[in-house]
């Protein structure tokens, strides 16, 4: 309501608006005179996104931006090595073969990269490689869990060192969230004043130019 006054007392002197303000003026008008438009693209952008994730392609390449992501991603690497790590140790406690252990623990890490790394690991398992190696292979899983998975293998006790291990990530996830938490109000804090910043710019700007304005039109 309030920037596009400024327009009118532009076109008046014949002066230009400064570009933040003609774009403000812009998305204001696309958004005023193409209301249903708008909030049908941005439904069609939700359901393309989840048509999408729905595709193993698609999926794939969500996931990897999720695990890429700065500081999320590490804290949605290790949730997911808390679980295989957790999963691996109870199946292996309770006996089951290694590659029913592989096979069962690729379905609870719920990562289209994680899940395709576990499946690379188990063929390299079933061509005789060994399971610290074959996960090694994989160029996923991180060092820390591959040397658990190593000594394990070598003493016999991967179920205990793999629940060390997921024991390790799920403290660092807690770590990651609690930190976080406490940056959340002087993130909201920041935001905020980034927005209305920019809205103060747009909405002085003119109010700036209005002294060259007013000459150019008295010329």
Known sequence: Y?????????????????????????ISTFITGHLFISVLLFIAA??????????????YIMDTIKLRIPVLGAVENNSIMSKFSMT?????????????????TENVVQNAVVEGAVRK????????????????????FPATLLQMLSTGEETGDMDK????????????????????????QPLLIVLMAAVVGSI???????IFDLGDAIAKGMN
């Open 88 to 104: 691996f140790s109870i199946l292996m406690a309770a006996g089951v073969p290694i590659m029913d252990t592989i096979e069962l």
């Open 46 to 59: 939700i359901i393309t996104l989840f048509l999408l994730y729905l595709t193993d392609r698609g999926r």
């Open 2 to 26: 309030i920037i596009p006054q400024f327009k009118q007392v532009y076109e008046n002197f014949n002066a230009e608006l400064p570009a933040p303000t003609v774009l403000a003026i812009n």
């Open 121 to 140: 690991a188990r063929v390299l398992v079933k061509e005789g490689y060994g399971v610290a190696n074959a996960f090694r292979r994989t160029g996923v």
């Open 161 to 184: 060192l793999l629940g060390k291990a997921a024991n390790f990530y799920e403290k660092e996830v807690d770590s990651v969230i609690e930190r976080l938490t406490s940056l959340i």
């Open 200 to 206: 103060i710019v747009v909405i002085y700007l003119p």
